[in-house]
């Protein structure tokens, strides 16, 4: 089992969509995680710290469910502008591991 | 503020030839990581650096590659000899506190190609 799941997409929605991605993790002892976000052919660019109690930013939702291991991502009302690849990033102590990424294209 | 800055953006060459990345941090961040990303692994942490000391390189493919980090402004990935499968993009990236990965910035990436 890879330590990093992600879902595979590509996820194609329509512009005002709600949109989920869930990231599942295998190490129980990881400590902080993160969404990343990836343009094509661009460097990853951090999105969003995952806090325990869940965190939201503007219409970026990031929960955290250590019980079951995964954490998620919700975009509400996605933009054109939101198409990429979004990465799960899990750390442990001085270890860290990138999802393999979820795509996404919103569509006009 | 000039972000992590890698060099060259892109390179082509043939298989058996060494190939050198070459980074610049952030100035003022003491760690650097090195990270190759493909379709099919992903984006994958080969080695990173705190204050010029590699501290995990259990990353590293092989011995093919090393990596080096002179000073707190520069570090070279080199892969000798190069390979097809080592074909990938490479990137930089920087943090300011020791191997937290929110403080990270990645540089543009170096698109290797090795024919």
């Known amino acids: 089992r890879k330590e990093v799941e992600q879902d595979p997409g590509p996820f194609n929605v329509p512009e005002g969509a709600t949109v989920a991605f869930n990231c599942t993790y295998s190490?129980?002892?990881?400590?902080?995680f993160f969404w990343y976000r990836q343009d094509c052919r661009k460097e990853p660019k951090l999105l969003m710290s995952?806090?325990?109690s869940g965190n939201e930013d503007g219409r970026f939702t990031a929960q955290l469910n250590r019980a079951s291991q995964y954490i998620s991502l919700l975009i509400r009302d996605s933009k054109l502008s939101d198409s990429a690849t979004y990465l799960c990033?899990?750390?442990?102590?001085?270890?860290?591991?990138f999802g393999p990424g979820t795509r996404l294209s919103v569509l006009p | 503020d000039a972000g992590v800055i890698q060099s060259p953006r892109h390179e082509v060459t043939e298989m058996g030839q060494e190939v050198t990345l070459r980074c610049k941090p952030i100035s003022g961040h003491n760690s650097l990581f090195w990270y190759r990303q493909t379709m099919m692994r992903g984006l994958e942490l080969l080695i990173y650096f705190n204050n010029n000391v590699p501290i995990d390189d259990s990353g590293m493919p092989e011995d093919r590659f090393s990596a080096k980090m002179p000073n707190a402004s520069f570090s070279t990935l080199k892969i000798q000899p190069s390979e097809p499968r080592d074909s990938a993009v490479y990137f930089c990236a920087s943090s300011s506190l020791s191997g937290r990965v929110d403080e990270q910035f990645f540089g543009p990436g170096t698109r290797l190609t090795v024919l």
């Open positions: 990033v899990v750390n442990y102590g001085q270890n860290f591991v």
């Open positions: 995952v806090y325990s």
């Open positions: 190490n129980s002892a990881s400590q902080s």
